[in-house]
């Protein structure tokens, strides 16, 4: 079972951004992927930069997948994708399909991110002939579902592309062409002055009676615990779960993964570090407290 380093979904200053990087080169992940998935006006980093990023982690034996945006909304938006999947020496996360379109057309292998809302083994299939390799599915899609789709697939005689699932970290739950933290800072989104590089970790948003509920990322709506799938390791290795996905915090990161590397390797299945995910479980993804 591999671990990957899914694509860091905040902003953070340029210098942090690298030095995060340059520690991960040496810690025991197989997987780093690179990016902006949430808005493209993050720039502390543009595409040149994640590109010999990439090739600086490649060198450290990583494979280093390039991902895309998950809403892409404007010309500018496509043409920085296209330079993307026009590298060549990288697979392509596809958060969006023009994403697998390019991938497609120019036969570079992709990822299936889990934006790309892949409910059943016709789509599936379909996205393989394309030239899909690794499907991560959508944050609400459980265990029952997976073993469904699967056992379709071997039904019709597929076989199933590499599955990496979301282990830990915040889920991204929701995309909107608005973005939610110049709206929650009240300032026009074409004026936001990249207010979102004041939270590295996303802008917490509590229910009126003061609990915490969501995370506010740009245009991205986050569930606010850090979910974590540890403990449902044995049931992962069953369901023939090939990838581990651990999202980037800004603190704490190379413990989660030194956790998660000392599990795969153990029968045992470690305790606990984050939140139960209910999604994974076929029930709410969160459990709100009773009221009085």
Known sequence: MKLSLGPLQYFWPREHTLAFYREAADWPVDIIYLGETVCSKRRELGTRDW????????????????????????????????????????WIEANDLSAVQLCRERGVPFVAGPTLNVYNH??????????????????????????ELREAMQ????????????????????????????RALDVAKDQCGFRCIDYPDGM?????????????????????EITDLGPELPQLRELGV?????????????EVVAHYHLARRSPVAPPRIGARNGYWHGEPGMRMPETA
């Not at 299939?125 to 944050?139: H, N, T």
Request: hydrophobic fraction near 45%.
């Open 122 to 147: 016709h789509a599936l299939a379909m996205l393989m002939d394309d030239g899909l390799r690794r499907w991560v599915p959508g944050v609400e899609q459980g265990h029952t579902l997976l073993r």
């Open 242 to 254: 090939d990838v581990l996905r651990l999202y980037p915090q800004a603190e704490g990161m190379a």
């Open 204 to 224: 917490p948003l509590a229910t009126r009676e003061g609990r915490p509920f969501l995370r506010i990322n740009g245009i991205q709506i986050q569930g606010e």
């Open 51 to 90: 590109i010999a990023l990439a090739a600086e982690l490649a060198r450290s034996g990583k494979q280093v997948v390039l991902s895309s945006l998950a809403l892409i909304e404007a010309e500018s938006e496509l043409g920085a994708l296209q330079r993307l999947v026009d590298h060549g020496d990288c």
């Open 155 to 182: 039904a019709e005689g597929r076989t199933m592309p590499e599955l990496e699932v979301i282990a830990f970290g915040r889920l991204p739950l929701a995309f909107s062409a608005r973005c939610f933290t110049a």
